[in-house]
């Protein structure tokens, strides 16, 4: 699954309600967000970079 966000001066993108800390290269920039359903992993790029990967247990039960 991919997303676009753009990075404000605090950082902080949202995903479906859950708030990501991103690196200060990305203020002021878009930037693309996977979403690895199956290994469990939120890849951020930055022009085709990845600039950040960390585990993202995504729960298609979650209520909003």
Known sequence: MHLVRFVRSNRVI???GEKFAVP???VYQY???TINVKEQKLLL???GKVIDKREYRYNRNREN
Do not use: D, Y
Request: proline fraction near 0%; charge should be neutral.
């Open 45 to 47: 790029f930055l022009n």
């Open 24 to 26: 200060g290269e990305a």
């Open 31 to 33: 930037i693309k967000a």
């Open 14 to 16: 949202s995903i479906f």
